[in-house]
């Protein structure tokens, strides 16, 4: 039985995700023996695998699941709701079920944005809603909704009726439903135990390190998807979305630089992404969008960077890619 759904390569995210578990657990026992630079040492190290983890890791998962298996998938899930300090299924539902549908939408005639983690959703007007605010009180959000999940205890860390945001986001289907709701439950027991043993290991560990950490993790992650959609045109699906190309940035992270592409595919396999450039190129060249010349945490270094968001949506002719193959076909649109 072929064990790898679409590439043996997604090994090496599955070998991150093992070391960065262990990473915490190390950093935890020994936290009380380090010096003050050993402190720091662990504080940086938990943030950039934590961000690393939810920016590329959890976040290929969640589009493309590694394995044929279920229940291969069902551990995963469990594992990295642990290393991203939330449950990856329910950030599955948010995030490819509510962010790829909507993409960054501006505010609709209701003055509100479909996509929840738009970065419309507090601006003014119809214009993009400060870094600062954006990164820093999503992050409060974020850690709130997690706290709350972590203590529902009496509930089961099961789905509650209240939580009015997630509900819409699972399948109509009865037993997938069944299956989504469950998998939100196990990765929220199982994300209660690793907390449980993190504290018991090293209270002081959890307090002065880990948890700062994550809290400054969700801020640079925020900052991450605000860059990758800053200044792009949420009207047109060939410009919604910012690219980086660096080749090294690239390579470390699985093609996370090949955003727009991403957006027009996110169901393929991030392997596919240099071909999804190729595919698009005919419809991606005759449009005006942003390629950014940094990678999108640096994004605030793109000082010149165009806001085409602010300009009116033009006509935009059609493009369709058979799944299969790189074949591409212009229509008007």
């Given at each position: ?54 920016v590329v890791v959890s976040h290929l998962f969640t589009h493309t699941p590694w394995f044929n298996s ?144 994550f809290v400054l993790s969700l801020m640079l992650v925020n900052m991450q998807n605000y860059y990758e ?98 074949s591409t076909t212009v229509t008007a649109g």
């Amino acid at each position: 039985m072929k064990i790898w759904k679409y590439s043996r390569l997604d090994a090496a995210m599955l070998a991150l995700s093992v070391v960065q578990f262990v990473v915490m657990l190390l950093t935890a026992v020994i936290w009380e023996r380090l010096s003050l630079l050993g402190w720091a040492a662990a504080f940086m190290l938990l943030v950039v695998v934590t961000v690393y983890n939810i920016v590329v890791v959890s976040h290929l998962f969640t589009h493309t699941p590694w394995f044929n298996s279920p229940l291969l998938n069902r551990l995963v899930s469990m594992l990295n709701s642990v290393n991203m300090g939330q449950s990856v299924q329910a950030y599955q539902l948010s995030h490819v079920r509510n962010h790829h549908r909507y993409n960054n939408d501006q505010k609709g005639p209701d003055g509100k944005t479909r996509d929840s983690s738009s970065t419309f959703r507090d601006g003014v007007g119809s214009d993009h809603d400060g870094l600062l605010h954006y990164a820093v009180f999503g992050a409060v959000e974020t850690l709130t909704s997690i706290g709350r999940a972590l203590l529902s205890v009496t509930r089961l860390w099961r789905v509650s009726p209240h939580e009015q945001n997630l509900l819409p986001l699972f399948t109509k289907s009865a037993a997938t439903r069944a299956w989504e709701l469950r998998q939100v439950q196990l990765d929220r027991m199982v994300h209660f135990a690793a907390i449980s043993l993190f504290l018991a290991i090293s209270w002081k560990w959890f307090l002065l390190c880990y948890l700062p950490a994550f809290v400054l993790s969700l801020m640079l992650v925020n900052m991450q998807n605000y860059y990758e959609h800053y200044g792009a045109a949420p009207q047109n699906k060939y410009a919604n979305s910012v690219s980086y190309y660096g080749r090294l940035y690239n390579l470390l992270t699985f093609n996370d630089g090949f955003h727009q592409e991403h957006h027009l595919r996110p169901r393929a396999h991030w392997t596919e992404m240099p071909r999804m450039r190729r595919a698009f190129a005919p419809r991606l060249d005759q449009v005006e969008r942003i390629i950014s010349p940094v990678p999108a945490m640096l994004g605030a270094f793109h000082r010149q960077r165009k806001q085409l968001h602010k300009r009116l949506p033009a006509a935009i002719p059609a493009i369709s890619l058979d799944s299969n193959t790189s074949s591409t076909t212009v229509t008007a649109g």
